[in-house]
């Protein structure tokens, strides 16, 4: 009898738990890693007395005083240090919708929802989303949506008349409309949002100029990103929004001839895309430009995450009302980090288009690939970020949310989008890649959707935070396109709230380090059935919606959580994932991976 013995074999006994194999990554993403490895390795050491010399520079260290007395006197090594170790525990948080329609995907939308996760074994990027649940990829590839439009300024100058028309200029034209010219207009978008127009006529040009805001349904301005088609049904005379547009002027010919105006061109659009990742991340180029016709090409580009070291407790909140954090241990040699926000740089400083940002950047501190860190080598990000957003950089912020406790400092909404890209390569399969998932409670706690996301949860092993977010919505609904109002005017937001759902957390292995009673259960229980019977009975307001988060906060307080903070759960991080730390100061983790050994006879 002959017998084999196969020693090292890594076994996960535990669904999430590090796994030390990490992501299965194609030969030219094995060569951009190395490449981009060796580069930041250089730079990261180079940065160091740059960073040194800023953290003692008067600025900065005035700054440190007015925000952050517990670390204002520390030296610049150790300040360094902070930093050093809060990215090593940083999440890294993909946002996105909790439902998607594949026919309605557009450039840089997530390439993920509920449902393609419940029904897939692998996180998926956008090029993936589309050729698996789309009917028509070349569609959506290639779309392109115009608006058939005439418009007619009367001759004391006063109004201006509209006429549409459907499926070009020889269409079904609706009825003339006539609004006051220089005056705001309130016209329905989508589910719960509306668009706000104003048109202004100039003389010499004899052009009708147009300006858009979006807007909550007869509530405040909120940013938008996909330009809408004319609206048909009857305008409203509101106020016109004190803060700049966020969209281009655009222009129209007024002379009451019916011109073709193109709003969306996905050929263009996704182009850029593709340009982003093969021109900022070194990605393999598709066959055609924008258009991968396989999974295997598609496979080839990454999923797109923010470092979250402003520790907001949604993760990624612009981007949906659903984030993804994802397992240390399993993207630790697989994942690239830019500095910025790589479609902000496409767009705001390649293609020079108007972006839904109301701050300053300086477009030349960027030149795309050559910056890229990891997650091991990155000293270098710190310095080149401070210098595309100034006072707004992570350099700042970091510090201002690292201050105890978590929240004393909010997040102002121009730094929302000031974090570090990380480009996650690799095909990233459950249930090994994802730490835990983050649910939006103004979106989703209490209703339908939010028990598929505890379904899907439970189905992986994964816990499930429930988190308050920025909660702007005047009426909370589920996200169907991005949250660029959070980049819009001078609020600030605690964005600290998290806790764990006692349901999904009995069904994981982290559940032994966070022991709940049966009354825990049946306490949070009880408050979801209050919050879906709210929802169902009265016009609920994110002002109801924060009460009902208290009443359930004080209800259960063993279950808020914070984000996990440099030397927090040392010995457990060593062969586990952990999901950050209660407010009485233990930590939640998942089991150990274990190693055995395995005999073949």
């Known amino acids: 009898m002959a017998r084999g013995i196969l020693t090292g074999l890594v ?17 030219w993403q094995k060569q951009v890693f190395s490449e981009v490895e060796k580069s930041a390795a ?36 150790e300040l360094l240090d902070r930093l050093s170790k809060q990215i090593q525990v940083a999440e890294l948080a993909s946002g996105f919708p909790a439902d998607q329609d594949p026919t309605k995907m557009f450039p840089d939308s997530a390439g993920m929802s509920i449902g393609f996760g419940m029904n897939g074994t692998f996180f998926l990027n956008d090029w993936q989303a589309i050729l698996l649940h789309s009917t028509d990829p070349e569609e959506v590839w290639h779309g392109l949506e115009a608006t058939y439009v005439a418009f007619r300024v009367n001759s004391s100058g006063k109004t201006v008349t509209q006429e549409q028309w459907f499926g070009g200029c020889t269409g079904n034209k609706t009825q003339p409309m006539e609004m006051l010219l220089s005056t705001c207009y309130e016209q329905p978008y989508s589910p719960g949002m509306s668009m706000i127009v104003r048109y202004d006529y100039d003389s010499e040009s004899g052009n009708v100029n147009s300006t858009m805001w979006m807007a909550e349904n007869s509530s405040g301005v909120s940013g938008g990103w996909k330009r809408s088609l004319a609206a048909t049904s009857e305008p409203k005379k509101v106020d016109c ?20 105006y193109t709003m969306q061109n996905n050929s263009e659009q996704f182009g850029a895309q593709d340009h982003a990742e093969t021109f900022a991340y070194g990605m ?20 797109y995450s923010m470092v979250n070291l402003d520790l907001i407790d ?3 909140p612009i981007y949906g009302d659903v984030s993804a954090v ?22 705001g400083c390649l293609d020079k288009s108007v972006v839904p940002v109301q701050v300053a950047y300086n477009c030349s501190a960027l030149r795309g690939f050559q910056q890229l860190g990891t997650l091991q080598h990155n000293k270098h990000l710190w310095l080149v970020n401070k210098n595309f957003w100034g006072g707004l950089g992570l350099l700042y912020t970091a510090f201002q949310r690292m201050e105890a406790p978590w929240g004393h400092h909010g997040v102002a909404t121009g730094s929302f989008l000031n974090y570090f890209e990380g480009a996650l390569l690799g095909q990233l399969q459950y249930p090994a890649a994802i730490r835990f998932l983050i649910g939006a409670f103004p979106a989703l706690f209490g209703t339908d959707m939010g028990v598929k996301l505890q379904a899907w949860a439970r189905s992986r092993g994964w816990v499930l935070i429930w988190a308050l977010g920025p909660n702007d919505k005047i009426v909370p609904g589920q996200t169907s396109d991005f949250n660029f109002a959070l980049l819009e005017g001078h609020s600030s937001f605690a964005v600290n709230k998290r806790m764990i759902d006692p349901l999904v957390l009995s069904e994981t292995t982290a559940a032994a380090s966070l ?11 009880q408050m979801w059935a209050e919050v879906a019977n709210v929802r169902n009975t009265t016009n609920l307001t994110n002002v109801t919606i924060a009460e009902k988060w208290n009443d359930t906060a004080t209800l259960l307080p063993q279950l808020p959580v ?26 939640v983790c998942y089991a150990s991976t274990e190693v055995v050994s395995l005999v073949v006879v």
């Open 314 to 316: 949604m993760g990624s």
């Open 284 to 303: 393999k180029p598709f066959q055609v430009r924008g258009a991968p016709s396989t999974l295997m090409e598609a496979g080839e580009r990454p999923v």
């Open 11 to 27: 076994l996960s006994l535990q669904l999430v738990a590090g796994n030390a194999i990490g992501a299965p990554l194609t030969e």
């Open 562 to 587: 914070r984000p996990l903070m440099g030397g927090d759960c040392e010995v457990q991080l060593v062969n586990a994932e952990c999901i950050g730390m209660t407010l009485q100061g233990s930590c």
């Open 241 to 260: 929004p004190p803060q700049e547009a966020v969209f281009n002027t655009e222009v129209y010919v007024a002379d009451g001839h019916c011109h073709t």
């Open 326 to 347: 994802f397992a240390q241990k399993y993207i630790l040699n697989s994942t690239l980090l830019s500095p910025t926000d790589t479609g902000l740089y496409e767009m």
């Open 42 to 77: 250089e730079q990261s050491k180079a940065a160091e007395p740059e960073l040194l010399a800023f953290f003692d520079s008067k600025d900065f260290r005035a700054n440190l005083s007015s925000c952050c007395p517990s670390v204002a006197k520390l030296p610049a090594a």
């Open 515 to 525: 022991p709940l009673g049966s009354d825990v259960t049946d306490k949070f229980k």
